[in-house]
């Protein structure tokens, strides 16, 4: 099986230090390198970094660009600063979704970058370039050029500025960006993340994604895992494709109705949207904390009375609070605070309350 699965810049760097490897998204990935707590905990605490070149970077250009990207994307484009980022989701004309991206307005005139799911780069550019009959504009994959490090943690800062001499960096507004020169190479550093914590995402060539990987692992940054990458994005309530999201789970269903602009343009799937907002939802995304210690995994029942009334999505003891807590798929009439449900864990039944979906107090930095 491996021998299909794509490999990142970084492989050799992780295989070195003896990190357990994995397949996701079709490439070979590393999972953890000590164990998930510790690294999980790094981040929380100081800052870790992570080897994300899978992800997806796609290239929107031409007169059209602003209206094209408008046309196939839920959040609004229209007038946005240069360095500005949203986030938001690509939709079939059903309202449910392609994926979820990130659009950066570069500092080119008429030029966005869109940065896709690893597991979703040939979906999504096929898809893409399927709706630009009608737009003036050039559709280019570049992920295959393209390696990323996610640097994150209360620390990143500090880091990035003073062991990466970044200095700017100190300076950028949550999800806005700058560009920069690493040996004469474009670089693109952004104050994102998928943690719930503050950092950045370093965006480069192959040769300077080794070379800033080796500096900020002598520097004492903590190397992480995609296996603390699931269990920090899932405290900070923020979705995976393939979980949360998918083609058969609209945002409004997931909860992201606020990244949906309804009210302000027209998108791909934006009237089903519409009418699913007309109709009222028949089910939604919750958070589910269980009574007890056991733990709810993605595919577990959620019961009343023991009759099935949805199923959960991703689900751990968490890490940073010691619970045990699910996001869930849930029907309409358990979706309220409070709401007493159980979970299903082989064949037994666990209690459990309907929460908010963030399980851990977020540290962004506005």
């Not at 660009?65 to 939709?91: R, S």
């Amino acid at each position: 099986m491996e021998e299909n699965l794509l490999k990142t810049c970084l492989y050799d760097k992780h295989v070195a230090l003896g990190a357990l490897m994995s397949p996701f998204g079709g490439f070979i990935m590393p999972i953890q390198y000590t164990n998930i707590t510790e690294e999980h905990n790094a981040v929380r605490q100081h800052a870790g970094m992570f080897d994300v070149s899978h992800m997806g970077e796609i290239f929107v250009s031409g007169p059209d660009a602003e209206k094209f990207v408008n046309h196939i994307f839920t959040n609004n484009v229209t007038g946005i600063p240069d360095g500005k980022i949203l986030y938001g989701m690509m939709l079939y004309p059903s309202g449910t979704v392609v994926d979820d991206l990130l659009v950066y307005k570069e500092f080119e005139q008429d030029k966005y970058l869109l940065v896709v799911n690893a597991s979703n780069i040939a979906k999504d550019y096929e898809w893409i370039c399927a709706q630009k009959e009608g737009f003036d504009v050039e559709v280019v994959n570049a992920s295959d050029s393209w390696g990323e490090i996610a640097l994150q943690g209360p620390e990143a800062e500090k880091f990035a500025v003073e062991t990466l001499g970044l200095a700017p960096a100190a300076e950028l507004g949550f999800y806005t960006y700058y560009e920069a020169q690493w040996k004469g190479q474009r670089m693109i550093i952004s104050r994102t993340g998928y943690t719930g914590e503050d950092g950045f995402e370093i965006y480069c060539s192959h040769e300077a994604v080794n070379e800033i990987w080796d500096i900020l692992l002598a520097a004492g940054v903590t190397p992480c895992g995609l296996g603390c990458r699931d269990t920090l994005r899932f405290e900070a309530g923020l979705p995976l494709y393939g979980h949360e999201l998918s083609d058969e789970i609209t945002p409004l269903e997931a909860g992201l109705g606020m990244f949906a602009k309804l009210k302000e343009k027209d998108f791909i799937g934006r009237d089903a949207l519409v009418a699913q907002k007309k109709a009222g939802l028949t089910r939604k995304i919750v958070g589910i904390e269980l009574q007890d210690k056991a733990i709810p995994r993605a595919g577990y029942p959620v019961e009343v009375d023991g009759i099935q009334v949805g199923e959960v999505t991703t689900g751990y003891r968490s890490i940073s609070t010691d619970r045990s807590v699910c996001m869930a798929m849930v029907d309409k009439a358990y979706t309220e605070l409070g709401s007493q449900v159980e979970i299903r864990i082989r064949k037994k039944v666990f209690p459990g309350i309907v929460t908010k979906k963030r399980f851990y107090e977020t540290n962004y930095k506005k």
